[in-house]
């Protein structure tokens, strides 16, 4: 069982063993995710799926989850470098709390001695990623000495991920973070203190974003909307969602510029003949046939977003 962020496992002697990234743990706290997993435990989406996630607007995301009863998976208000990128990844988490020096000592001492890790707790995280990961950090918003990475750290996510950073805290070094290339970060703030008086106590846990909850394994979706933490058991359907969505908008213009509909019959709830012309146009139409270029410079010319 997970006891204050972080992990405890039993040995045949009876003796309790803390361990930071506990793959029983995160299993248990996954039972929806029946896929492939990470040897730590984290459910691994399909590349596919991230692949097809790119394309996926935050609301589409958002409206399936919100169906399922995931209402607190979205969190926005970040400062960001790279607005302009889509962030897509399989999270990787981190908590920190503030400092207490009996807890902090004792951690400390147990990561470098007993699980051999090396330096500073913000490390140790950014030392389990693997390509395609997004690292999650709460830092509970702390900026003025909570800047979890700089340029070094940053860095270093990138090479291993070629994603990027979600800190709910601060980060430092924002001038040389901007120039990496393909890198995407959200951050509550930037500041130039080294970061101080904070604890890591858990990895891969439950880990809150604001008014977010991330679990390791979440398909981590970052635009210029906000972050969104979705759940890997619903990744597929908010993809197909999207999916149809997307082929739906396509339909309706291409008929609407044939002048076979007009507006008010493609704005509201369609008629069964519509139904039908659009499932015999989807025998021949598919969402890989879409020159996503054009299709964003015609929704700009239209004022409007894709999915309207």
Same mark, same amino acid.
């Given at each position: 069982? *997970?006891?204050?962020?972080? !992990?405890?496992?039993?040995?045949? #002697? /009876?003796?309790?063993?803390? #361990?930071?990234?506990?793959?029983?743990?995160?299993?248990?706290?996954?039972?929806?995710?029946?896929?492939?997993?990470?040897?730590? /435990?984290?459910?691994?989406?399909?590349?596919?799926?991230?692949?097809?996630?790119?394309? *996926? *607007? +935050?609301?589409?995301? @958002?409206? &399936?989850? @919100?169906?399922?009863d995931y209402h607190f998976q979205f969190e926005g208000n970040w400062t960001q470098l790279h607005p302009e990128i889509v962030l897509v990844g399989r999270a990787v988490t981190g908590v920190f709390v503030p400092h207490r020096p009996d807890l902090h000592d004792y951690l400390m001492d147990y990561g470098h001695e007993v699980e051999e890790r090396i330096?500073?707790?913000?490390? @140790? !995280?950014?030392?389990?990623?693997v390509e395609d990961d997004v690292i999650v950090i709460d830092? =509970?918003? #702390? *900026?003025?000495?909570? +800047?979890?990475?700089?340029?070094?750290?940053?860095?270093?996510?990138?090479?291993?991920?070629?994603?990027?950073?979600?800190?709910?805290? /601060?980060?430092?070094?924002?001038?040389?973070? !901007?120039?990496?290339?393909? =890198?995407?970060?959200?951050? #509550? /703030?930037?500041?130039p203190t080294?970061?101080?008086? !904070? +604890?890591?106590?858990?990895?891969? &846990?439950?880990?809150? &974003?604001?008014a977010a909850t991330c679990m390791p394994g979440d398909v981590v979706l970052g635009t210029m909307t906000g972050i969104l933490f979705i759940p890997p058991h619903l990744a597929e359907e908010v993809v197909e969602h999207s999916e149809r969505t997307h082929l739906r908008e396509r339909f309706s213009h291409q008929r609407l510029r044939e002048g076979i509909y007009n507006s008010s019959q493609m704005d509201t709830k369609w008629t069964d003949e519509i139904e039908a012309d =659009?499932?015999?146009?989807?025998? +021949?139409?598919?969402?890989?046939?879409?020159?996503w270029e054009k299709q964003?410079?015609?929704?700009?010319?239209?004022?409007?977003?894709?999915?309207?």
């Open positions: 069982m *997970v006891e204050c962020q972080y !992990v405890h496992n039993q040995s045949n #002697k /009876g003796e309790s063993n803390m #361990k930071f990234d506990n793959r029983e743990d995160i299993i248990q706290l996954t039972p929806l995710w029946t896929g492939e997993r990470f040897p730590d /435990g984290r459910p691994r989406v399909p590349d596919d799926i991230l692949r097809r996630m790119q394309r *996926v *607007v +935050t609301e589409e995301a @958002w409206s &399936v989850l @919100w169906q399922h330096g500073a707790m913000n490390s @140790w !995280v950014i030392e389990t990623l830092l =509970f918003g #702390k *900026v003025y000495e909570g +800047t979890y990475s700089g340029a070094n750290l940053s860095t270093a996510i990138a090479s291993r991920t070629h994603r990027g950073q979600v800190i709910y805290g /601060g980060i430092r070094d924002a001038q040389q973070i !901007v120039e990496i290339g393909n =890198f995407s970060t959200f951050c #509550k /703030g930037f500041d080294p970061i101080r008086n !904070v +604890t890591l106590v858990g990895m891969n &846990v439950p880990c809150r &974003v604001g =659009f499932a015999a146009w989807r025998q +021949t139409h598919s969402i890989d046939d879409i020159d964003g410079r015609e929704q700009s010319d239209e004022g409007g977003t894709l999915l309207g």
